[in-house]
C-alpha cells in the first residue's frame, strides 16, 4: 500500500486515497470534501484498477425531467484526487543489475523530463507525459557502476483536462548513497514487484487539504509560550573552488588571533563542504594554502573516513602546488 493508492475501508463504506504512511501500521486516508482520517492497513484494502473500471456507476442517458425533479437533485460529491505518489523505483533484474522506472501513482497527467548529470552538462535519460497510474521503464543500471550513476534530475507539470488551482512543478534532484539506497526495498505500487523505491514528491502538497482542527488544543497553544520556529534554508551550492586564506574571509583578519583564524577556516570549510555534499555535487577544490600545514592537517584529518568522501588528493600540483585539496565525494 503506497502514497495515492485508492483504497476502501473493510468496517465501513468510504473509499478515498492515501495520503500519508505514519507509523505503527496508520494510513492517513483523504475522503469526501477534503476531511483526511487515519486507519489501521488492515482495516483498508486497495482498489483495483479493473475493479474501477468494471464496477464505476454508469452516468443515466439524458432525457426530459419535470421541473420538480430537478430541484429535487442533491449537489454532486466533489470526485477525490491522488494528488501525491511520484516515484522513481529501481527493480533487481539479477543480482548484477537494476531496471529503473518512473512511476505515477496520481490521478494527474505528468508531462516530465528525466536527466543525469551536473551543470552545466547533463544527459537526457527519458521525456514524455506520465499518464496517471502508469508507469515507464528509462534504463538498466549495473550495481557496480553505482558510484558513477550520477546525479538523478527529474523535472514535470500537473495536468489534467478541468478546471482547477494551479499545482506548482515538481523538481527533484537524487544522488544516492550506498548506506541508503539500499535499506529502502519495498513492493512499488502500479510495478506490484518488490524495488528500491524513492518518493520524488513527499514533500510537496500538488493540491493541500484542510485539515480537522482540534479547537481544545489550538486554545492551548495560544496561551503557551511559543519559541519562533526555525527557519530551514537549503544551503546555496558552493563554486568548485573554495578559497580558505583568511584575507578572503574576513576584511578583519589583521585583528585575529592565530587560533580566531584557524576557527574561521574550519567552519567556512565544514560549511562548503556540507553544502557540496547537499546539492549533489561530485567533486570540490579547497585552496588552504601551503604555510606551515595546521590548515591543511585539519582539514584532511576532517575528511579521513569522512562517509561522503570517495578519496582526496594534492589538487593540480602544478596550479597550486600543495597548497589544494580536492575531494571527491560519494
Known amino acids: 500500500m503506497n502514497i495515492g493508492d485508492r483504497v476502501r475501508l473493510l468496517r465501513g463504506k ?24 487515519p486507519v489501521k492497513r488492515s482495516d483498508a484494502v486497495i482498489i483495483d484498477e479493473l475493479e ?12 426530459f425531467e419535470p421541473q420538480a425533479s430537478i430541484e429535487r437533485r442533491q449537489p454532486t460529491t466533489p470526485e477525490i484526487l491522488a494528488n501525491k505518489g511520484v516515484y522513481m523505483a529501481f527493480v533487481p533484474v539479477n543480482d548484477r543489475e537494476l531496471s529503473q522506472h518512473l512511476i505515477n501513482n496520481t490521478d494527474w497527467e505528468l508531462p ?22 502508469s508507469s515507464i521503464k528509462v534504463q538498466n543500471v549495473l550495481v557496480k557502476d553505482f558510484e558513477e550513476w550520477g546525479t538523478f534530475v527529474f523535472q514535470a507539470f500537473f495536468y489534467r483536462l478541468a478546471f482547477m488551482k494551479l499545482p506548482e512543478p515538481l523538481i527533484r534532484r537524487l544522488k544516492f548513497r550506498v548506506n541508503t539506497f539500499f535499506k529502502s526495498k519495498q513492493k512499488a505500487p502500479i510495478l506490484n514487484q518488490d524495488a528500491h523505491l524513492f518518493q520524488l ?4 502538497s500538488v493540491n493541500p487539504v484542510p485539515t ?25 551550492k558552493p563554486a568548485i573552488e573554495v578559497d580558505l586564506h583568511i584575507e578572503k574571509l574576513s576584511a578583519d583578519a589583521w585583528a585575529m588571533s592565530n587560533r580566531e583564524m584557524l576557527a574561521l577556516q574550519l567552519a567556512t570549510f565544514d560549511k562548503q563542504f556540507e553544502a557540496a555534499i547537499a546539492n549533489g555535487m561530485d567533486e570540490i577544490t579547497f585552496i588552504h594554502g601551503v604555510g606551515n600545514g595546521v590548515l591543511r592537517d585539519a582539514i584532511h584529518k576532517k575528511l579521513s573516513g569522512h562517509k561522503n568522501v570517495k578519496y582526496f588528493e ?17
Open 14 to 37: 468510504e473509499e478515498g486515497i492515501v495520503t500519508k504512511i505514519l507509523s505503527n501500521n496508520i494510513i492517513e486516508i483523504e475522503i469526501e470534501d477534503g476531511f483526511t482520517i
Open 52 to 63: 474501477q473500471k468494471t464496477f464505476k456507476p454508469v452516468a443515466p442517458s439524458r432525457s
Open 112 to 133: 516530465f523530463m528525466l536527466s543525469v548529470g551536473s551543470d552545466p552538462h547533463h544527459k537526457g535519460l527519458a521525456s514524455g507525459t506520465l499518464k496517471p497510474k
Open 201 to 204: 514528491d513527499a514533500e510537496d
Open 212 to 236: 480537522k482542527i482540534n479547537t481544545e488544543k489550538l486554545i492551548e497553544q495560544m496561551f503557551e509560550k511559543q519559541a519562533p520556529e526555525p527557519v530551514v534554508v537549503l544551503p546555496s
Open 314 to 330: 594534492d589538487a593540480q600540483k602544478e596550479k597550486f602546488g600543495y597548497g589544494a585539496t580536492n575531494v571527491k565525494i560519494k
